[in-house]
């Protein structure tokens, strides 16, 4: 299983995705929010194509389990834009 090692200020962390996916899931819905959207900030920055290569990698390398997943959650906000 991979890992993903970060520096963060005064220490550094390593978690498998099941691990990372553990810590997320004990967010509520907010900090959920919170959470895509520091994504979004660190992910607009990268230099090249960045968040659309990175999105794009991410749905070649989907299972199913995954694909259920974002698209659950696409899903809530086209019924917000259709409110």
């Known amino acids: 299983m991979a890992h993903v090692t970060s520096e ?9 995705a099941k691990e990372a996916a553990e810590l997320f899931c004990e967010f509520n819905g907010e900090q ?22 990175q999105s794009y990698s ?9 694909r259920n997943a974002i698209t659950t959650l696409a899903a809530h906000f086209s019924e917000q834009e259709s409110k």
């Open 58 to 66: 991410v749905a070649q390398a989907a299972d199913q389990d995954c």
């Open 8 to 16: 963060v200020p005064l220490k550094a962390i390593d978690l498998s």
């Open 32 to 53: 959920m929010a919170e959470f895509f959207s520091e994504v979004w900030q660190i992910a607009k920055g990268w230099n090249g194509t960045g968040w659309c290569q």
